[in-house]
């Protein structure tokens, strides 16, 4: 009701569609943009039925080209090269099936193929100017959420840490969810991708109440607010009932359901609202260990929310109710934390290799990224942060 009172605020693609099955759609809803179709596919996929069966769809009455390059977490040096081939294509549209990585992959492209800018010179928000081209994103995570949200998220040789290009024109304009293309996923994939999903659902809850000051300069991503914060809360209580159970059976299709559901959810109400603390401080401890995007803010989460324990007593009621424990810190951040350990994720900073000398450094560069640390529940400092991240390499939450 506060938030509802207060501020409501989503931005979309102009279609969404969730069915088991729905990848059937997929040459259609492009060939809808034109007839040259650029496909973007993780590797994985290469050999599929379907992707077979979406090339020969789209022959009938167009034409494509297949991309498989596909490096996770999106080395931008790379991406220049891919551009130049695509360019020669000439494509109406832009259809990707993979995780965050092959779809990140698209939103640049889909900025590159129609201008000649430097990626460098798109970090941060609003810097894209039109045109772009239509995305239409098929995701085979769950998940990033990346086929609904205005960001792609990529790694620069020249930068410690990841950068994010963010801007409402790069949302694809048609997400397609099939919970059956998660089915292959890996255990260590569906935990990371999915624990990921569960934190931009918590944290868009958590973030710092969205105001408007100034109209027409909208941030790219506002702060909590009474629309996103409805979908955070049905995304909490899916994956929290169903993540563990996709992790221990990939062929689960209700769990894998579940996640796909949870997943895009979450990514409708980050995409708004973003992310904070967990992902501010994920960067830094990504860049140093080289572990994946979700296991950093999926460990990071539980101390998160215990260093803003008195700032959340209301969303604690909430955030319970979706877990099904009592509404208090306790049960909640307790929660989490044995989901964590159910899942597999490492216990603390220090299993994952991070040195304790190190912290500081990391608390710097996790305040230096302004739009995540400043959208927490409350003011980021450097104490806070050390705060954070001092329990977290100890593994061992402070009362
Ligand atoms: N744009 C956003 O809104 C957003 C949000 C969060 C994270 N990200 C970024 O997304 C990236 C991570 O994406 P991700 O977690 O989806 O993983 P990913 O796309 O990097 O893929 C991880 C691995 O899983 C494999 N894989 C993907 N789908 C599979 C399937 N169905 N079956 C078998 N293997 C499969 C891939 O080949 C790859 O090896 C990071 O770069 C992260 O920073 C973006
Ligand atoms: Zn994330």
Known sequence: MRDHAALGMLRLPTEILFEIGAVRHAPSTALRFGSRVLIITDPVFSDADWLAGCRAE????????????????????????????????????????????????????????????????????????????????????????????????????????????????????????????????????????GIDALVHAIEAYTARQATIDQPGQVPVFVGRNGLGSLLALQAVEVIIRSLAGAVHDGADLRARADMAWGSLLAGMAFGTAGTHWSHALQYPVGAATHTPHGLGTGLLLPYVLNACRHQLTEEFRSLGQAMGVTGDGDAVIGRLAALGAEIGLPQSLAAIGVAEADLERFADLGLGVGRLAGNGPQPATKERFLAVLSDAWRGSLRP
């Open 58 to 193: 789209i022959a009938a009455s167009g034409v494509s080209e297949l991309i498989t390059e596909v490096t996770p977490e999106l080395p931008i040096d790379g991406v220049g090269r891919i551009a130049e081939r695509a360019r020669q294509f000439g494509p109406d549209v832009i259809m990707v099936f993979g995780g965050g990585s092959a779809i990140d992959l698209a939103k640049v492209l889909s900025i590159l193929l129609l201008q000649d800018v430097e990626p460098a010179s798109l970090y941060g928000e609003h810097r894209v100017r039109p045109p772009t081209l239509p995305v239409v994103a098929v995701p085979t995570t769950a998940g990033t959420g990346s086929e609904v949200t205005p960001v792609a998220v990529v790694s620069d040789p020249d930068r410690e840490l990841k950068v994010g290009i963010s801007s409402p024109l790069i949302i694809p304009r048609v997400a397609l969810v099939d919970p059956q293309l998660g089915v292959g996923a890996p255990p260590a994939v569906t935990a990371h991708a």
